[in-house]
């Protein structure tokens, strides 16, 4: 069976099923937070740190009371644990066992780690930390005689190697900097450990991405997860001809959907709020997929000389009307308590912005909080004569 649906329904089944903008939500805070990464899947963790990490800010879009602790309190209760889903993540416990393909993978060099393997240093690593408990890359520093060929870079590149095999976890982290320990030592009693037969792994990504994306192709499913393709495309054959998916077309291209999802287009957008996204929330990540679905064809800077920077450094999607509208470049300065917006551009699409301005605003001012500032400064706008506009609004904000 075939359906389909105009690019605004499909935007509004894929913002639904992402959660965004969030719904007022009951019950405790915690609790919203751990619904937010069960539903979603993971929580991609990142190290770039000019406004809140991007855990942390994807969880906040998703849940306004998040707190930083509510995380490591999900780590210390053995709720969610960290390890890779297209990249470092935190991911629920509840899916553990569903990681183990991708840890056999890289045990038996199915899949090679971007680290050469050494097997004496693996040996020495892991016993080290058996012997002597939770252990960080620092504790493996020599400082007196060295031993043979081993420095610090060797035993860091085991301890990832361990981690990626899944001899060790992360049950922690101090400073942002990673703790290791056994994983015996790490999961929860009652884990179940069985290993998950191909298909059943390729229903698990199935279901779980289009539970949380409203809509998906095999690429997008597959995205960064090394040799599933072929499988997840075989099984996403398999559960349309059972009527379990459902084939729906958006401006002439097929995706696929869970059945249940599309009751989510009876229920309302709130269109009216706006929200501040991190470049690696779960619904930008694939920017190819956002190109399509949403006509926003964005990049993370970063990662770009300065000198062939369009918008900044770090920009930030910004979702408004079921749509992303424009991108802001942030800057936190902690030592100040000052948030810079260096530059913010809107797209084209945008003609008015009287009501965007009036909802930007109204972030803002929650973003200001989230990111521990008392203070803002607008330095550009594209175009530039929107600038007056936008900083008489937030005048009020900058004191």
Excluded at 17 to 23: F, I, N
Excluded at 256 to 285: G, M, Q, W, Y
Aim: glycine share 4%.
């Amino acid at each position: 069976m075939q359906e389909s649906l105009s690019i605004q329904q499909a935007r509004k089944l894929v913002l639904l099923s992402q959660r965004l903008p969030p719904r007022n939500q009951a019950g405790h805070a915690s609790a919203a937070t751990l619904s937010a990464i069960e539903h979603l899947g993971y929580i991609q963790i990142d190290t770039i740190s000019v406004v809140q990490r991007a855990h942390h800010h994807t969880l906040w879009n998703r849940n306004p009371r998040y707190k930083a602790s509510q995380l490591e309190q999900l780590l210390a209760d053995k709720q969610v644990f960290e390890y890779w889903s297209h990249a470092a993540a935190y991911l629920p416990f509840r899916d553990y066992r569903f990681s183990l393909p991708r840890k056999r993978a890289f045990a038996t060099g199915k899949q090679s780690h971007w680290y050469e393997r050494d097997e004496q240093m693996l040996k020495w690593v892991l016993k080290r930390i058996a012997t002597e408990g939770p252990l960080m890359a620092k504790d493996f520093e020599h400082t007196g005689k060295k031993i043979g060929e081993w420095k610090t870079k060797p035993a860091k590149r085991a301890l990832e190697y361990l981690f990626m095999q899944g001899d060790l976890m992360v049950p922690c982290r101090v400073n942002f900097h990673k703790v290791y320990d056994l994983t015996e030592r790490v999961l929860p009693e009652g884990t179940d450990t069985t290993m998950p037969e191909p298909e059943e792994y390729a229903r698990f990504l199935i279901t779980r991405y289009l539970y949380a994306n409203g809509l998906g192709q095999s690429a997008e499913i597959a995205y960064l997860l090394k040799d599933t393709k072929p499988l997840v495309s075989a099984t996403l054959e398999d559960m349309v001809s059972t009527g379990e998916l459902l084939l729906v077309c958006v401006a002439g291209t097929l995706y696929h959907v869970l059945p249940a999802s599309l009751e989510l287009l009876s229920k309302p957008l709130a269109r009216s709020k706006l929200k501040i996204l991190s470049p690696f929330d779960n619904l930008v990540i694939q920017r190819q997929r956002m190109k399509a679905l949403f006509g926003f064809d964005y990049l993370i800077e970063c990662y770009v000389p300065k000198s062939k920077r369009q918008y900044g450094y770090f920009s930030l999607p910004i979702l408004w009307d079921g749509r992303l509208v424009a991108r802001m470049d942030c800057k936190n300065e902690r030592n100040e308590s000052l948030l810079h917006i260096h530059h913010l551009a809107l797209e084209p699409t945008v003609l008015r912005t009287d009501a965007l301005f009036l909802a930007l605003r109204k972030e803002l001012e929650s973003f200001l909080q989230f990111n521990h500032c008392n203070k803002l400064r607008l330095h550009k706008t594209s175009p530039a004569k929107v600038q007056p506009e936008l900083q008489t609004l937030i005048n009020d904000l900058t004191r």
